[in-house]
Each structure stands twice: as structure tokens, then as C-alpha cells.
């Protein structure tokens, strides 16, 4: 079992070195299997297609990035600390993966089921890390403690997802997502949004 785990992660890595530079579209199940020198029957018997593949990709992601974040969680002397870190972290994640995660997509009117799979995926990942930041805020008296963490965790991972998509539909046309001062400018927003939001909740 270890062994069958040892492969399925090395399919992973290679898949996410596709799906990062050319994105799920221009990213087939050959690509992968000649990248790793395997047939592909070899490569369905680990994943029945590339959805699956890109899927797995991204819980990697995902899982790696909000480990990565709540690590800081426990011993942080304020709740800025931990908004700093997180912050930084989605930064760098947008600014390496934007096509991974399709974010083209969803300035068009009809983003792909696969993408809204992946959309609810990091959603949730947010809501339960913003759970814990707000947690960590109460038990720091910097949050008020009528403030409920699940709740106000999803309110706030939808404000921030209105927000890129609204922010990027306005933009002129030939706007290039992948632009770094793009992205930065984007982000500069989000710290905007988020000191609005979190000194409501003192």
C-alpha cells in the first residue's frame, strides 16, 4: 500500500508540473504518462481520467497551503500575525497557480462544473481555517465573542470570492489574470476588504 502511495504522489507532482504551466485544458493523460515514462494504462490504474487527476492536484495544494497557515495559528501573539501570514501565503498561491486553479474561468458567465468542484473545495478549506483565525482572535479578546466562527467564516470567504470575480469582470479588456501586478493589486484589495472587515468584529 505504501508503495501504490509512493506512486500515486509522484503522478501528482508530475501532473501538477502540467497543470501549472499549461493549465487543465492544454494538459492531457499522455503528457503525464510520457513525463513519467510509463504507459498510460499505468497511469489509469491509479486515476480513471485527468479530472480526477486535477482534482487530487489541487486537494494537495490546498491541504499544503492551509497546513502551512494554521502551523502559525497556536503561536501567534495577535490576530494580525496570523491575517499577515495568510495573506502572504494566498499571494504566493495565486501568483504560482492561477492556472491550476482556472481562476480565468470565473470571469466568464458559466465556469465548468469541474471548476465549481474545485471552487467549493478551497471555499471550505477557508471557512474552516477562518473558523480557527476567528477562534483564535476571541480567545485573544481582539474579536468580540458574540461573533459566531462558522458563520462568520463563510460570510467572509464569500465577500472575498464576490470580490476577485467582480474585480476582475470591471477590468479592461486584455486583462492578463497571470500578470503579476495584477494579481498583487488584487491582493492589495483583499488587505483592504479584510481590515475593513475584522475591525467590525472587535
Known sequence: MAEQDQKREVI???ALKRFKR?????????????????????????FPDKDRIYVAVVEKIVSQCFTDI???????ASVQEVLDRYL????????????????????????????RQVGELVHQSEIRFLSQF???????GEIADKHDPEK???LLTHVLFGLWVMWCKWQAAGFELQQTDNIKEFMNR??????????GLR
Open 12 to 14: 501528482l507532482e508530475a
Open 22 to 46: 499549461f493549465g487543465l485544458a492544454k494538459t492531457t493523460m499522455d503528457e503525464i504518462a510520457k513525463d513519467l515514462e510509463i504507459s498510460k494504462g499505468s497511469l489509469y490504474y491509479y
Open 70 to 76: 494554521s502551523s502559525s495559528l497556536e503561536q501567534a
Open 88 to 115: 502572504s501565503v494566498k499571494e504566493r498561491i495565486l501568483l504560482d497557480y492561477h492556472l491550476l486553479f482556472g481562476i480565468h474561468e470565473w470571469v466568464t458567465d458559466k465556469p465548468s462544473s469541474l471548476n
Open 134 to 140: 476567528i477562534r483564535k482572535g476571541k480567545a485573544l
Open 152 to 154: 462568520t467564516a463563510d
Open 190 to 199: 483583499e488587505r483592504m476588504v479584510l481590515a475593513i472587515f475584522f475591525q
